[in-house]
């Protein structure tokens, strides 16, 4: 990839944490001739709007007028949107555990109170919501008559559809007309569930208080960091977001702390996504990691070649400019990269099944009875198709 830019690299000076390490690192990285403008493009498209106007904040730094309200009235727009979201889990919760509906919310939220210590920084867009696969149909009901609208998947799916919908897809996306605050109902937390078998609504719990008296059900450390390696690899970690979620959440655990939960990441299977994280949030946001452990990390060919994945997708072309879609040709070495994520050839099938799944026609029951061997045939055309440019923009 394209060397960072100096003004990638004051963003990332401005995601690390926690906030005494942050300020020097940030005052250090603001050198003459600063384009404030292209700054303001990749906090918007890294969507770290809130962590970089704390840090310029604490840091004492001081941006053209035009950027510095504009970074003001985003870290408003968060600080109000969290708090509206969890209003919205409560009365959501509610919802659910009255219908006799097991959950867990994850990642928003609870993740921004044990990473930061407080709601008013991290960017949250939705709230994620996971239920059992059985489920599902009637969360998206009780959704609906919560004043939810659904958006994911589109009209090409009706609504008594979107529960075979969910068998194929780990999500749909709901969005309320009045708030505009967006909920994503999950009936498992990864697309390949084989990436991390243990991600499963029956693993180990804990409650995070999220506001004094309001506790909500997420996944304890044991699933956590597993999942959020997984989960940032599987995506090429095309936002510095989710990175500097996850650093923040390894500094308060130290050099020896992030060692031991490669380890145990390793122990569950996705220790190259473990990896690459590390080494990721070490170059970019300064993780501190024994110069031993790094040199270890370094070695295998493969966490090198998924770092350069990440750091290409993240960063160059992309540090201010979006990918068209998850899908979209510009993602093409992340989608393959994924097949690097674990070891064995059972997991790498059942990764190019995940990318043929052709959720859309199997709820729309497209193929006549005993044909359904075919979907994935038919799934998997069309993602050739939109890789080599011969089909439109991708939904």
Known sequence: MAPASPEFRLVCAACRWPREIRDAAVRDAVVPGLDWELVARIVRRQRVAGLVADALRSAKIEPPEGVAQWLDEQASRIARQNLAAVAETKRLGAILDAAGIDWITFKGLPLAIQAYGTLTIKMANDIDILVAAADCGRACGLLREAGYARFSPGAEVSDDQVAAWMRVSKESGWRHPVTGLIVELHGRLMANPALLPQAVLSAPRRRVEIVKGMAVPTMGDALLYPYLFAHGAHHGWFRVKWLADVAA?????????????????????????????????????????????????????????????????????????????????????????????????????????????????????????????????????????RMLGLAGRTR
Not at 282 to 289: D, E, F, K, N, V
Request: charged share 25%.
């Open 249 to 385: 959440l390894l500094v308060h655990e130290g050099p020896e702390g992030a060692e031991a939960r490669y380890r145990e990441a390793r122990a569950a299977g996705v220790g190259r996504c473990a990896a690459q994280a590390l080494l990721l949030a070490h170059r970019l946001l300064g993780l501190p990691l024994a110069p031993r452990f790094v040199a270890e990390l370094e070695r295998d060919p493969v966490h090198r070649r998924l770092l350069t994945v990440a750091l290409g997708c993240m960063g160059g072309d992309f540090e201010a400019r979006e990918h068209e879609s998850p899908y979209a040709r510009t993602m093409l070495p992340v989608l393959l990269a994924g097949l690097l994520l674990r070891r064995g050839i059972g997991y790498k099938w059942s990764e190019l099944s995940a990318l043929a799944a052709n959720p859309v026609d199997r709820a729309n029951n497209r193929l006549p009875r005993g044909l359904g061997f075919l979907y994935p045939v038919l799934g998997g055309m069309r993602w050739s198709r």
